[in-house]
């Protein structure tokens, strides 16, 4: 099923589940061919093979991101905490109950949830110590052998799991557990009914997220069945049951019979960890995004270094800049206010001052700016140059030099020296384009010294064939290694923000892409195997390149977003290229955030993106290809939080529309009105959720029943595939943030 969608609104599908066709184990092929009339007449063959699946550990980036974030402190006191997977399959891999298909469809994996002055501590063992003591351990396909170490108080997955261990797996495999009193593990730990409704899988339009080849993508979700307290750090932890349905409590929390006598712990295994606070701080998305540009006082919202006061007005700078030539000339002399307003003036262009060490061992001070300018910039740079120094600028009324194209400049040529593929293809294919020139002037020479008479004219015509397809094309890769340079990839950070004072934490800057600085950047790369006796060719060769550069920049983002919907047909009528650098927890606590730009602030026209990436764990980059006055920043689907409302052990969920053409509209007209039982001439209809005795641990299958009770007698829904985790998703979902920022600097800009 799927929430409504406009066109600029993605749609998201909740999915049951995706049982794969095999599950991990061992595995074999039996094929028989008879042949008539022969004897023998049948003959036959087997032969083995392995599905392997993670046990003991979770492959690294196999984990998208958990809510709540990790170390958040926000509103989260009715929140299911949960996990997001790459792999949509993960959760069904293993078996809840072995060699029983009445639990194909449940996990064998859980979020469980303590409070974190009471939550166990995890352990590394080894896989041996998951056995019970004594039990010999078998590996398959292997010789390995080794007795399990297992205590008999503790419970754990067993021998029926774990012997004979699966290929590759071996007794001293190292494992994180936890060891949980049978008491808190029965009180707060699934049923196997409940299981069946605490994963699913979520279809997501991933175009407005970080850079991936995907337009769709699929992630797996497991979600918890408890909710955190108030005001108290909390400690949720995603272990495995395998093949443990018969130890798993009743839905009211009541112990297994099938545990065994004198069991008193039990042992699980832990695949992440993480703690957070539910509480009135302001680390949720909402007050996290509310607060960006906040602190210090007077940040600006473009990319620049602040400055005391506003930034000098354009006649200002006039009478400064003036004043400082007529001093110059000693006509005059700079006034402390003038020169208040020149430095003011260049850090409001984006401009940072640094300390300059000279060749010949003098120091000065120098101006330099990134590519990521607070204002547009026009393109007054000429390519080719001869090399750093010649892009480098003077201003002798200040003495000072503006270093900013020429460390692009340099940047670039070890960019390129770096890269020993792009480097050697550059070189062989400047020597080829020199060579056909060359062969084509000695061509021309001869062509006249014979007065074009029919001589030697196999060999003539041999050279006018190979004349004739003009220069070699490009090496391969070498356009689009130049396009990935002009979007920025592979620059260092501190040639984007040359001060950590541009960025603070919790800041998001807008910024224009000041072209100057990429040409320069793509003209220090092309320099490898330049000559200088044909600067002309050069120039020709570079001015092609450019333009296949800019306009592969980003290309895969760009048509990805652009062939349906209000972005086809996009059209830059201005050439800019715009964008923002954020920074913050947001960024960490909730990867894959979705954002959209427009150029106006209605939000009607969107701007396609270039590029979306994380530079840092915190830092994002975002390039739209044109002007963004409007930006929206809105949570990632395969991150929405499934929850509660309701306080003091008294809990309910409102109704949503299950069947077209709304699947996903809340019924009720006030949901700040009292709750009303599955009424549906209320303002406020839902469904109450029971809790087990501890007031938190909601009992997840008897929701459920209610909701598949009322939607189907009282709303006329239907379910032809009956009540699935899928449409619980649906049902607990609580919808996605979304909050808008106004680009200031699209107006009126000055530089």
């Given at each position: 099923?799927?929430?409504?969608?406009?066109?600029?609104?993605?749609?998201?599908?909740?999915?049951?589940?995706?049982?794969?066709?095999?599950?991990?184990?061992?595995?074999?092929?039996?094929?028989?061919?008879?042949?008539?009339?022969?004897?023998?007449?049948?003959?036959?063959?087997?032969?083995?093979?392995?599905?392997?699946?993670?046990?003991?550990?979770?492959?690294?980036?196999?984990?998208?991101?958990?809510?709540?974030?990790?170390?958040?402190?926000?509103?989260?006191?009715?929140?299911?905490?949960?996990?997001?997977?790459?792999?949509?399959?993960?959760?069904?891999?293993?078996?809840?109950?072995?060699?029983?298909?009445?639990?194909?469809?449940?996990?064998?994996?859980?979020?469980?949830?303590?409070?974190?002055?009471?939550?166990?501590?995890?352990?590394?063992?080894?896989?041996?110590?998951?056995?019970?003591?004594?039990?010999?351990?078998?590996?398959?396909?292997?010789?390995?052998?080794?007795?399990?170490?297992?205590?008999?108080?503790?419970?754990?997955?067993?021998?029926?799991?774990?012997?004979?261990?699966?290929?590759?797996?071996?007794?001293?495999?190292?494992?994180?557990?936890?060891?949980?009193?049978?008491?808190?593990?029965?009180?707060?730990?699934?049923?196997?009914?409940?299981?069946?409704?605490?994963?699913?899988?979520?279809?997501?339009?991933?175009?407005?997220?970080?850079?991936?080849?995907?337009?769709?993508?699929?992630?797996?979700?497991?979600?918890?069945?408890?909710?955190?307290?108030?005001?108290?750090?909390?400690?949720?932890?995603?272990?495995?049951?395998?093949?443990?349905?018969?130890?798993?409590?009743?839905?009211?929390?009541?112990?297994?019979?099938?545990?065994?006598?004198?069991?008193?712990?039990?042992?699980?295994?832990?695949?992440?960890?993480?703690?957070?606070?539910?509480?009135?701080?302001?680390?949720?998305?909402?007050?996290?995004?509310?607060?960006?540009?906040?602190?210090?006082?007077?940040?600006?919202?473009?990319?620049?270094?602040?400055?005391?006061?506003?930034?000098?007005?354009?006649?200002?700078?006039?009478?400064?800049?003036?004043?400082?030539?007529?001093?110059?000339?000693?006509?005059?002399?700079?006034?402390?206010?003038?020169?208040?307003?020149?430095?003011?003036?260049?850090?409001?262009?984006?401009?940072?001052?640094?300390?300059?060490?000279?060749?010949?061992?003098?120091?000065?001070?120098?101006?330099?700016?990134?590519?990521?300018?607070?204002?547009?910039?026009?393109?007054?740079?000429?390519?080719?140059?001869?090399?750093?120094?010649?892009?480098?600028?003077?201003?002798?009324?200040?003495?000072?030099?503006?270093?900013?194209?020429?460390?692009?400049?340099?940047?670039?040529?070890?960019?390129?020296?770096?890269?020993?593929?792009?480097?050697?293809?550059?070189?062989?294919?400047?020597?080829?384009?020199?060579?056909?020139?060359?062969?084509?002037?000695?061509?021309?020479?001869?062509?006249?010294?014979?007065?074009?008479?029919?001589?030697?004219?196999?060999?003539?015509?041999?050279?006018?064939?190979?004349?004739?397809?003009?220069?070699?094309?490009?090496?391969?890769?070498?356009?689009?290694?130049?396009?990935?340079?002009?979007?920025?990839?592979?620059?260092?950070?501190?040639?984007?923000?040359?001060?950590?004072?541009?960025?603070?934490?919790?800041?998001?800057?807008?910024?224009?892409?000041?072209?100057?600085?990429?040409?320069?950047?793509?003209?220090?790369?092309?320099?490898?195997?330049?000559?200088?006796?044909?600067?002309?060719?050069?120039?020709?060769?570079?001015?092609?390149?450019?333009?296949a550069a800019r306009a592969r920049m980003g290309l895969r983002r760009a048509l990805a977003a652009r062939p349906t919907g209000a972005r086809a047909g996009h059209v830059n009528p201005t050439g800019q290229v715009t964008g923002f650098i954020l920074r913050s927890q947001a960024a960490s606590g909730w990867p894959n955030l979705r954002f959209k730009g427009y150029s106006d602030a209605a939000a009607t026209s969107p701007v396609p993106t270039l590029r979306l990436v994380n530079l840092t764990r915190d830092t994002l980059l975002c390039l739209f290809d044109g002007v963004v006055e409007l930006l929206q920043i809105s949570e990632p689907p395969e991150?929405?939080?499934?929850?509660?409302?309701?306080?003091?052990?008294?809990?309910?969920?409102?109704?949503?529309?299950?069947?077209?053409?709304?699947?996903?509209?809340?019924?009720?007209?006030?949901?700040?009105?009292?709750?009303?039982?599955?009424?549906?001439?209320?303002?406020?209809?839902?469904?109450?959720?029971?809790?087990?005795?501890?007031?938190?641990?909601?009992?997840?299958?008897?929701?459920?029943?209610?909701?598949?009770?009322?939607?189907?007698?009282t709303f006329g829904q239907t379910f032809p595939q009956g009540f699935t985790s899928a449409e619980l998703a649906l049902e607990l979902n609580k919808g996605v943030l979304m909050v808008e920022f106004q680009n200031t600097s699209s107006r009126g800009a000055r530089s």
């Amino acid at each position: 099923m799927s929430t409504p969608a406009s066109d600029d609104q993605k749609q998201i599908s909740f999915i049951q589940s995706d049982v794969p066709p095999l599950r991990t184990g061992v595995y074999t092929l039996a094929a028989t061919e008879t042949v008539p009339g022969q004897t023998p007449g049948r003959f036959t063959a087997n032969a083995s093979f392995v599905v392997q699946g993670e046990r003991f550990k979770i492959a690294e980036g196999e984990i998208v991101g958990v809510f709540p974030p990790a170390l958040a402190n926000g509103e989260f006191d009715r929140v299911l905490p949960h996990v997001v997977f790459s792999r949509r399959t993960l959760p069904w891999e293993r078996s809840l109950k072995n060699a029983d298909q009445s639990y194909a469809k449940h996990p064998w994996m859980a979020v469980l949830l303590f409070d974190a002055a009471t939550a166990p501590t995890p352990t590394k063992v080894k896989a041996k110590e998951l056995v019970p003591l004594g039990t010999r351990i078998t590996v398959t396909a292997s010789s390995d052998t080794d007795t399990g170490a297992l205590p008999a108080n503790i419970l754990s997955y067993g021998a029926s799991t774990l012997v004979p261990m699966g290929y590759g797996e071996t007794p001293d495999d190292d494992c994180l557990v936890i060891d949980i009193p049978l008491d808190t593990f029965c009180q707060i730990a699934p049923s196997a009914p409940d299981l069946f409704y605490l994963a699913h899988i979520r279809e997501v339009d991933v175009t407005d997220g970080v850079d991936t080849a995907a337009r769709q993508t699929q992630y797996a979700v497991v979600v918890g069945n408890r909710i955190p307290a108030v005001n108290v750090p909390s400690r949720a932890f995603l272990v495995s049951l395998e093949n443990m349905a018969d130890y798993l409590p009743a839905e009211d929390g009541t112990p297994s019979a099938r545990i065994p006598a004198g069991t008193d712990h039990v042992r699980l295994l832990v695949y992440t960890s993480w703690t957070f606070t539910a509480n009135d701080l302001e680390e949720n998305l909402l007050d996290l995004l509310k607060g960006l540009n906040k602190f210090p006082a007077g940040s600006p919202s473009t990319l620049r270094l602040p400055i005391v006061g506003d930034a000098p007005d354009a006649a200002r700078v006039r009478q400064a800049a003036a004043n400082q030539a007529a001093a110059s000339r000693g006509a005059g002399t700079l006034s402390a206010d003038d020169a208040a307003v020149i430095v003011k003036n260049a850090l409001a262009m984006g401009y940072v001052p640094f300390n300059h060490h000279l060749r010949h061992g003098g120091r000065t001070v120098s101006w330099y700016r990134g590519p990521l300018v607070p204002s547009p910039v026009a393109t007054t740079i000429a390519v080719p140059i001869g090399g750093p120094d010649a892009a480098n600028r003077y201003d002798p009324q200040a003495g000072l030099f503006d270093v900013s194209y020429g460390a692009a400049w340099q940047l670039g040529q070890l960019l390129a020296l770096q890269n020993t593929a792009v480097a050697s293809s550059l070189y062989t294919w400047k020597q080829r384009v020199l060579q056909q020139q060359a062969t084509a002037a000695e061509q021309q020479l001869l062509q006249h010294l014979l007065a074009n008479e029919p001589i030697l004219e196999s060999f003539m015509a041999t050279r006018r064939a190979r004349l004739a397809d003009g220069p070699p094309p490009l090496p391969g890769g070498i356009p689009e290694w130049f396009g990935a340079l002009a979007a920025l990839q592979g620059i260092p950070f501190n040639y984007l923000v040359p001060d950590e004072r541009m960025l603070p934490p919790e800041s998001l800057r807008f910024f224009y892409l000041d072209f100057n600085w990429i040409d320069a950047l793509i003209d220090g790369a092309f320099s490898i195997g330049r000559s200088t006796a044909d600067q002309k060719l050069e120039a020709a060769q570079l001015h092609a390149l450019r333009s296949a550069a800019r306009a592969r920049m980003g290309l895969r983002r760009a048509l990805a977003a652009r062939p349906t919907g209000a972005r086809a047909g996009h059209v830059n009528p201005t050439g800019q290229v715009t964008g923002f650098i954020l920074r913050s927890q947001a960024a960490s606590g909730w990867p894959n955030l979705r954002f959209k730009g427009y150029s106006d602030a209605a939000a009607t026209s969107p701007v396609p993106t270039l590029r979306l990436v994380n530079l840092t764990r915190d830092t994002l980059l975002c390039l739209f290809d044109g002007v963004v006055e409007l930006l929206q920043i809105s949570e990632p689907p395969e991150q929405l939080h499934m929850g509660i409302e309701g306080k003091d052990g008294t809990y309910w969920t409102t109704l949503r529309e299950v069947d077209p053409p709304n699947p996903g509209k809340q019924y009720g007209t006030d949901p700040g009105q009292k709750p009303t039982a599955c009424d549906p001439t209320a303002a406020n209809p839902v469904i109450f959720v029971n809790p087990r005795a501890d007031g938190r641990t909601l009992r997840i299958r008897d929701a459920a029943t209610e909701l598949l009770g009322c939607l189907t007698k009282t709303f006329g829904q239907t379910f032809p595939q009956g009540f699935t985790s899928a449409e619980l998703a649906l049902e607990l979902n609580k919808g996605v943030l979304m909050v808008e920022f106004q680009n200031t600097s699209s107006r009126g800009a000055r530089s």
